[in-house]
């Protein structure tokens, strides 16, 4: 039986095999996806995959496309390895590669996530834009201002149609017969549509 039997996004935390290697969090994910928009047969690639947390939510809804999952580390390598077993998919292909080498021998997409550019974003948005099909869509998770600062710089230069939202999910703890909130830290995302401003 599959671990996750359902069609909306949003697998919780502890259904991933996890290790050492941050991970975006369900709520995160949720609206990721969301912002992505996949197809059935969309091809996706996921940039900085690290535990492979949103690779396996886009290729469960993806389930006759396929998703590149982006790599540069191993121990997150091997994790994607062991969830893509743990969640019984076969339509992720693992680049154990530090963007953006590797990316311009990716096929045409209709989707790309970029959850971790090592300070190369830059670089990597300008191949990705040849790679992108036109309508295609682009969502980076952004932790600091001067990501967002140069993904909106970049991306408007290349006539992408953005929107950012900024999300800041706080969550119960329970600390003895009480319920604590505690916050996580905020992200931006930013969605882009190619060709989307005339």
Same mark, same amino acid.
């Given at each position: 039986m599959k671990?996750? $039997? @359902?069609r909306s996004p949003g697998i919780p935390d502890e259904e991933f095999i996890r /290790?050492?290697?941050? *991970? +975006? &969090?369900?709520?995160l994910r949720t609206v990721t996806i969301a912002k992505l928009r996949p197809k059935n047969d969309s091809i996706i690639c996921d940039i900085g995959a690290g535990t492979g947390s949103l690779s396996i939510e886009a290729a469960l809804l993806a389930s006759e496309g396929k998703v590149y999952a982006v790599e540069? &580390? &191993? #121990?997150?390598?091997? =994790?994607i390895k062991e969830n893509m077993k743990k969640f019984e998919l076969n339509n992720i292909n693992i680049l154990e590669k530090e #963007?953006?080498? /590797? =990316? +311009?021998s990716l096929p045409m997409l209709d989707r790309v996530i970029i959850g971790g550019s090592g300070g190369k974003l830059k670089e990597i948005l300008k191949i990705i834009d040849k790679k992108l099909? $036109?309508? /295609?869509?682009? %969502?980076? $998770?952004?932790?600091?201002?001067?990501?967002?600062s140069i993904a909106i710089e970049v991306l408007e230069e290349m006539n992408y149609s953005l929107e950012i939202v900024n999300i800041a999910v706080t969550r119960t703890n329970k600390v003895a017969n009480y319920h604590m @909130?505690? /916050? *996580? $830290?905020? %992200?931006?995302?930013? +969605? #882009?549509?190619k060709g989307g401003r005339r």
């Open positions: 671990t996750w $039997n @359902f /290790g050492e290697i941050p *991970m +975006s &969090k369900e709520e540069r &580390k &191993k #121990a997150g390598v091997q =994790l #963007a953006p080498e /590797g =990316l +311009s099909k $036109n309508t /295609g869509r682009l %969502v980076i $998770n952004a932790i600091t201002i001067n990501t967002l @909130f505690k /916050g *996580m $830290n905020p %992200v931006y995302i930013i +969605s #882009a549509e």
